[in-house]
C-alpha cells in the first residue's frame, strides 16, 4: 500500500460518507458502543488510519488524548486543518504513518486504547493482521483495548440490493479480493468474518463484545437513494439496534465492531 493510494479521496471523503445521513448513523452506532465503555478520566487513544479526523475530533472533546495517523498524506493534511479549526491542537497529534511501519513509530507512551474505523484493516493481508497482532503487545498498558471495525465476507443487505437489480455475480463478491472504488482511489480490499479476523489476535487478546454496524442500515453508497427516504432509514436504523448487537447479525453487516482486550 502506498501513501499516495487514498490522496484522491481525501477532499470528497467527508461528503461522500462522514457527512451523508448513512455515513452519520453507521459512525453514531460505533460512538454509541464507544461511549458505553469509554471511563471518564483521559485515556491515551491511538487511531489507525484515522482518514478525516472525525474520530480523533470526538475523541478530544471527550476529553482524551489521541494520537491520530493515516497512510494518506492528504488525509492527514485534512485533518490537521479539522483540529486547527476545533482548537484541539494539545489534544490531537496527527502524524502521517503506514500501520505496516507501525514499529517504526517513536510514540511517548504506551496506549489504552487502538481504534481503527471503517474498514481501514481490510486493506491488510493475513500476514499483515498477524504482523499487526504481535506489534500492538508493544504500544497497548497492560489493560488496553483495541477496537476495530472491520468489513466482513458477506453483507446481508447489499446482497438483497444485488439480488433485487439481478446483479447475481456481486451477491458474494466479498468472498474474494476486491479492488474497490473509494472517490477513485482503487484499492485492494479484504474481507474477513468475525471469526477469521480474531484468529490473527487470539493468542494476544480476548474478546469482550462484537455487534454489527450495517445490519440493515445499507451501505453508504446506497446514500443517493436513502436520503430521500429518511423515515425509512430511521427505520432501518431502529431495527439495527434491536437485532444488531450479536456475533451472527455482525457476520452478515457491512462492518462489525470488535472490541478486544489485550490478555494479561
Known amino acids: 500500500m502506498t501513501s499516495a493510494l487514498f490522496d484522491s479521496a481525501a477532499q470528497n471523503y467527508d461528503n461522500t460518507f462522514t457527512n451523508t445521513e448513512i455515513g452519520k448513523l453507521q459512525r453514531a452506532r460505533v460512538w ?18 484515522c482518514g478525516t479526523g472525525e474520530d480523533a475530533i470526538w475523541f478530544a472533546n471527550k476529553g482524551h488524548k489521541v494520537w491520530a495517523t493515516d497512510i494518506s498524506k492528504k488525509m492527514v493534511e485534512v485533518a490537521r486543518l479539522k483540529v ?20 517504526k513509530a517513536s ?16 486493506c491488510l493481508t493475513d500476514n499483515e493482521l498477524n ?29 438483497l440490493y ?32 468475525p471469526n477469521r479476523f480474531w484468529g490473527y489476535f487470539k493468542n494476544e487478546f480476548n474478546i469482550n463484545k462484537v455487534l454489527g454496524v450495517g445490519l ?12 430521500k427516504k429518511l423515515n425509512t432509514l430511521q427505520l432501518l436504523n431502529g431495527t439495527e439496534n434491536f437485532f444488531g448487537n450479536n456475533l451472527f447479525s455482525a457476520s452478515i453487516s457491512d462492518h462489525y465492531l470488535i472490541d478486544l482486550r489485550i490478555k494479561k
Open 131 to 159: 504482523v499487526l497482532s504481535q506489534r500492538l503487545i508493544n504500544l497497548l498498558t497492560s489493560t488496553g483495548r483495541f477496537v476495530a471495525v472491520v468489513m466482513p465476507d458477506f453483507c446481508m443487505i447489499e446482497s
Open 84 to 103: 486547527e479549526q476545533f482548537n484541539l491542537s494539545d489534544k490531537i497529534t496527527v502524524e502521517q504513518l503506514d500501520i505496516n511501519e507501525i514499529n
Open 216 to 227: 440493515t442500515i445499507p451501505p453508504s453508497y446506497l446514500n443517493n437513494f436513502f436520503e
Open 32 to 49: 454509541n458502543y464507544l461511549n458505553s465503555i469509554l471511563p471518564n478520566n483521559s485515556l491515551n487513544i491511538l487511531e489507525l488510519n
Open 162 to 193: 444485488f439480488l433485487s437489480k439481478f446483479k447475481f455475480k456481486e451477491i458474494f463478491r466479498r468472498k474474494m479480493m476486491q479492488i474497490v472504488n473509494v472517490d477513485n482511489a482503487f484499492v485492494k480490499t479484504y474481507y474477513y468474518n
Open 107 to 122: 510514540f511517548p507512551n504506551r496506549f489504552d486504547l487502538v481504534f481503527s474505523n471503517f474498514g481501514g484493516l481490510n
